[in-house]
């Protein structure tokens, strides 16, 4: 059974950086593209980042060009997002996601991790 556990949230001041993982057990890391999702208290569900599954290709919502960068591990089971310049705007939980292809849509992901909570302070 494939899980998901993210871990590296937490309250940050703005400007800040953080670093998020996710690990993948139960299936074969490197057969999965992999995403990041946030949503906030009273929003839908908000593609952030995507990767494909060698990492050659990665994608992200204009909002956040520029500040994350989304990376993977294969040896390591693992896909990160490292945040920077982080705005109080970026206050969400953090969920990651895999599939088998690569997709900006929360919908085309079948697998979820539980999400962890980034706040920015102002």
């Known amino acids: 059974q494939l899980q998901l556990v993210e871990s590296g949230g937490g309250l940050v001041q703005a400007g800040g950086s953080l670093r998020l993982s996710c690990a993948l057990s139960?299936?074969?890391?490197?057969?999965?593209?992999m995403g990041w999702f946030r949503q906030a208290p009273g929003k839908e569900r908000e593609f952030v980042a995507g990767i494909s599954r060698s990492g050659d290709s990665t994608y992200y919502v204009d909002s956040v060009k520029g500040r994350f960068t989304i990376s993977r591990d294969n040896a390591k089971n693992t896909v990160y997002l490292q945040m920077n310049s982080l705005k109080p705007e970026d206050t969400a939980v953090y969920y990651c996601a895999a599939d088998l292809g690569p997709g900006t849509k929360a919908s085309h992901y079948d697998y979820w991790g539980q999400g962890t909570q980034v706040t920015v302070s102002s």
């Open positions: 139960g299936r074969t890391f490197s057969r999965y593209a």
